[in-house]
């Protein structure tokens, strides 16, 4: 399991281990700032003879059940690493933890699965492995209901080790490969879960500055509509354009219009692309903007503009912390979406909600909106994914997936092109898509 914490924490992290033993786990972690608690006061002295050389942690001796943990400094990842079977009370103590909890706290944890409960009794029976203090076996949507209760979400959850012997070969084989795939993963030995604190009930917020980041390339019939329709929201909003090197004046539009309608925005800014690409685009339009939230607005305004308060809303109110366009549930208007590209989208849906492992019914809607605090860090480990994405969507959705923000669909009505011509080539990008499946797949899934 050590390697499925390594790859959620990312290095630089302030980690807060509850029943942390010996301190290895936290140990193998690149933290920023570690605290190791456990109720056997032997595991902290050996805790703090095994790590004392390093400054970065710190253990002491106590029960988290009880633990007052008023006054102490919030940490942004927690660790219960097999310890929830051994609580008499999980509820209060996801509840005691709120104490060190940001709305930006990712609580991780795992658990032994009820399928093995059989086996792992056999072999502490055989001495085959050392008795446990078990008060309770939980299930899956045990944890749910019990972090929902306490005031906790789950982002995400699965499935780690199928093969607890290590025996050479099948070991890896099982571990790396087997236990990634549906249904087999439910097999397996230990389950995972990923939360953050549920977002209290509150308004849409008025203070946030909105950066909307339009991409262009021969759009000159929809610039007049993006200025007129698109919504001002929050304390204030800007318009970022970047345009690929328009051949039928879309610049020259994009100029006139900022010239009569500029006065309604924040501000107005166009940007000539410096690179290939609508994911390009998006990367050198979010380096500009100087909102608190980013979004992105398909120039052809497919996306209907007047729906964007709504993702406003939904990020602000902490819904989500990632708002994810959804062209897939209303009806679309008569030819917005080729058959077979339905039907892909359905498919390659299905594919990347398991590789992410959070629901998104639709990859390629090109609107996406997002705290620019959150891009800020997906952007500083795009190197973790490499330069593969054209379209953008996939580098927005695999970061936040990889730092566990909560991602959430926003259904809107898609409506068809009135200027222009689609630039999807169905082939081309298909096989594109195929590679980011990969991609996603041996990052994200069996790392």
């Keep these: 399991m050590h390697a499925l914490y390594r790859h959620v924490v990312p290095p630089g992290a302030a980690v807060l281990e509850v029943g942390c033993g010996t301190g290895d786990l936290l140990a193998g972690l690149q933290v920023r700032r570690g605290h190791g608690i456990d109720r056997d006061a032997a595991c902290i002295t050996a805790a703090r003879r095994a790590h004392n050389g390093n400054r970065a942690l710190g253990f002491s001796a106590a029960d988290v059940e009880t633990t007052a943990w008023a006054g102490h400094d919030p940490y942004d990842y927690i660790i219960l690493s097999d310890v929830l079977p051994a609580l008499r009370d999980v509820q209060r103590t996801f509840e005691n933890l709120h104490a060190v909890c940001t709305p930006a706290t990712r609580l991780v944890m795992n658990f032994p699965s009820n399928l093995w409960r059989p086996v792992l009794r056999l072999a502490t029976r055989l001495r085959l492995r050392e008795p446990d203090a078990v008060f309770n076996w939980l299930s899956l949507d045990d944890v749910r209901n019990l972090l929902y209760l306490a005031g906790f979400e789950v982002v995400t959850s699965g499935y780690r080790v199928l093969l607890p012997l290590r025996i050479p070969l099948l070991y890896r084989l099982c571990n790396r490969l087997l236990a990634r795939l549906p249904l087999v993963e439910k097999l397996s030995l230990a389950v995972y879960v990923v939360a953050r604190p549920r977002p209290a009930p509150r308004g849409e917020g008025r203070g946030y500055g909105v950066s909307v980041v339009i991409p262009t390339r021969n759009e000159r019939g929809t610039i007049e509509a993006a200025f007129r329709r698109t919504p001002s929201m929050g304390a204030w909003t800007e318009l970022i354009f970047v345009d690929g090197a328009s051949s039928d004046g879309t610049v020259a539009e994009i100029e006139r219009c900022r010239e009569r309608f500029g006065a309604s925005w924040r501000r107005v800014e166009l940007l000539r692309q410096d690179g290939d690409g609508k994911g390009q685009a998006v990367r050198q339009g979010f380096a500009a903007c100087r909102g608190d939230i980013l979004m992105i607005l398909d120039s052809d305004l497919t996306m209907p503009p007047e729906t964007l308060p709504k993702y406003y809303a939904a990020l602000a109110a902490g819904r989500g912390e990632f708002i994810n366009g959804c062209r897939l549930v209303y009806q679309k208007e008569k030819e917005a979406m080729r058959f077979l590209n339905m039907v892909a989208n359905h498919l ?46 996939f580098d927005l959705l695999f970061g936040a997936a990889r730092f566990n923000r909560k991602i959430v669909d926003m259904p809107i009505r898609y409506a068809g092109r009135r200027y222009g011509e689609i630039e999807i080539r169905r082939w081309r990008h298909g096989w594109l898509l195929l590679r980011m499946v990969l991609v996603a797949a041996r990052k994200l899934k069996f790392a």
């Design 348 to 393: 390659f849906a299905l594919l990347f909600s398991w590789l992410l492992g959070q629901r998104v019914k639709d990859t390629l809607c090109g609107t996406k909106v997002l705290w620019r605090r959150d891009y800020v860090r997906i952007a500083e480990g795009r190197s973790y994914f490499g330069e593969l994405d054209p379209f953008g969507d």
